[in-house]
């Protein structure tokens, strides 16, 4: 990328999103799982949400592609577009395939009209504002149970304890608002928490990040990077992928004891 420049979201919109972005694009770049979910206007292409994706991809463009978007947080997507994660997982969907032709060629044409990168991010934001009035109420388990795995690799027997689901309702549940089963997603946080943590400590031995951030050892850490990221863990942290969110949390909240429980225990489950 020639630029990319990631920054704080609008105050209220920060509980849903973690960042905006800026970029101006060239060449093959690689792209990392992080559990989010872009939506994003690309010269001469338009407004497209970038599903959760289970590995990385490349993607080329010509010089001089000006891209912007808004990084919604993991889970926090499928409610707003009314659909499930899961027929999203891997995919680049055009906006007018989920709200319809209209709202999507309305912001579409406020896009092009609009002048400069944070003009184009603020139409954005204004869309994620119209997707949230149409929510009745807003079911807080996908940011608690994602929350939870942000933090501390639970097993997914214990997590699903203490959401008080059986471990076929959790994989199902998570399917629908993260785009895969709560393992899959475990393994994309656990990476993205030892990129944060290398990020803040830039000269840590890499078998020390690993232990920190819930690798059994090295080894497992280098498997799961080659897993997701197709890299080392040395050329994963030489990217640009440990700055996608400008340093911002995934997950709102300060850091949780992973032994205390995830969440009141209920009796019922939807």
Known sequence: MTWYVPRAVAPDLADRLVCTWTAEIEGT??????GCVDLMWLDRVGIILCGPDTGSWTFTLPPGTRSVGIRFRPGLVADLFRTSLA????RRVGLAELTGDRPARTATARLEDADGPR???????????DLRRRIDTEDPWAGVVGGALAQHSWRISELAAETAMTERQLERRSH??????????RSILRLQRFMGLARRRPYAQLAELAAEAGYA???HLSRDCRTIAGQT?????????PDWHGG???FLGTPRDPSAPVVRRRTTVP
Not at 29 to 34: A, K
Not at 176 to 185: A, E, K, M, Q, V
Not at 234 to 241: D, E, N, S
């Open 29 to 34: 770049h690689r792209l990392v799982p992080d």
């Open 87 to 90: 027929e999203l997982r891997n």
């Open 119 to 129: 003009a184009k991010v603020a139409v954005l934001e204004s869309v994620a504002r």
């Open 176 to 185: 629908r608002y993260f785009g895969y089963g709560p393992s899959t997603l």
């Open 217 to 219: 050892d090295q080894a």
């Open 233 to 241: 863990p040395t050329a994963l942290l030489a990217g640009q992928a």
């Open 248 to 250: 911002l949390p995934l």
